[in-house]
T-cell receptor, first 112, second 113 residues
Framework: QKEVEQNSGPLSVPEGAIASLNCTYS??????FFWYRQYSGKSPELIMS????GDKEDGRFTAQLNKASQYVSLLIRDSQPSDSATYLC????????????FGQGTTLQVKP | EAGVTQFPSHSVIEKGQTVTLRCDPI?????LYWYRRVMGKEIKFLLH????????ESGMPNNRFLAERTGGTYSTLKVQPAELEDSGVYFC???????????FGPGTRLLVL
């Protein structure tokens, strides 16, 4: 079992729809959770961080964390073609020292 | 404010040669991380510096890899001798605090032939 798992996709949604990206993790003691966006050939760019159970909203993005079920998700509302990218889920494990463990990433395609 | 910079952006070397990658973190960031992504795999942690000290080097693949951070500023990652399986993208990231947001550099694409 991988430490952080994501569906590699591609996930295809029409422009204006809600894109839902999911991630599960194995270390129950994990404390910090991050979503990065990576365009092809570019560096990962932080979109959202979440540390406690529940929802965290920032513009069109909402991160959801459920520590009991060990999953974290990212919702993108009103998806735009510019949102097409690979979305990486990263978890800082129970040591909470910044050693990020990444999932393989989900490729999102937003079709006009 | 300048972001994390890495040099070179690309490197093509032959098996057995030596390559040195450089990372300049964001000014004032004490924490510096190296990660690597090999083809088809997830990004994996290599090591973590706090200032000039190695905090965690549990992800370093073997003793062919040597990382240094002189004076707590820039860092270098040397691979000597390079093997085919070392090919991939090497990312550097920095943060103000160990549990804080990590800002990634553009990466160095290494190809070992």
């Amino acid at each position: 079992q991988k430490e952080v798992e994501q569906n590699s996709g591609p996930l295809s949604v029409p422009e204006g729809a809600i894109a839902s990206l999911n991630c599960t993790y194995s270390d129950r003691g994990s404390q910090s959770f991050f979503w990065y966006r990576q365009y092809s050939g570019k560096s990962p760019e932080l979109i959202m961080s979440i540390y406690s159970n529940g929802d965290k909203e920032d513009g069109r993005f909402t991160a959801q964390l459920n520590k009991a079920s060990q999953y974290v998700s990212l919702l993108i509302r009103d998806s735009q073609p510019s949102d097409s990218a690979t979305y990486l889920c990263a978890v800082d494990g129970s040591s909470n020292t910044g050693k990020l463990i990444f999932g393989q990433g989900t490729t999102l395609q937003v079709k006009p | 404010e300048a972001g994390v910079t890495q040099f070179p952006s690309h490197s093509v070397i032959e098996k057995g040669q030596t390559v040195t990658l450089r990372c300049d973190p964001i000014s004032g960031h004490d924490n510096l991380y190296w990660y690597r992504r090999v083809m088809g795999k997830e990004i994996k942690f290599l090591l973590h510096f706090v200032k000039e000290s190695k905090q965690d080097e549990s992800g370093m693949p073997n003793n062919r890899f040597l990382a240094e951070r002189t004076g707590g500023t820039y860092s270098t990652l040397k691979v000597q001798p390079a093997e085919l399986e070392d090919s991939g993208v090497y990312f550097c990231a920095s943060s103000q605090v160990g549990w804080g947001t990590q800002y990634f550099g553009p990466g160095t694409r290494l190809l070992v032939l």
